[in-house]
């Protein structure tokens, strides 16, 4: 995949934590950004999926109401 450069500022403090936490972890410093990134991006799409889930159990009757059962919809669609 290509790869885009990024340019961002950070207060002093935080560009040494990010300094010290990728040699600890043995990568450069663009390998732990992008680590960051994925990480933050799985949590949202879990907390998407999840905020979903929710959504659906709290409005289940009024789908049920308007489109039937999981059930009755494959029989429509036969």
Do not use: C, W
């Amino acid at each position: 995949m290509a790869k885009k450069q990024l340019n961002v500022r950070v207060d002093a403090t935080t560009a040494e934590m990010a300094r010290e936490r990728a040699e600890q972890q043995g990568i450069s410093m663009n390998q732990y950004i992008e680590r960051l990134v994925q990480q933050d991006m799985g949590e949202a799409g879990r907390n998407f999926v999840d905020a979903a889930a929710q959504f659906m159990k709290e409005h289940e009757a009024v789908f049920l109401a308007e489109f039937g059962s999981p059930s009755e919809l494959q029989d429509v669609r036969r």
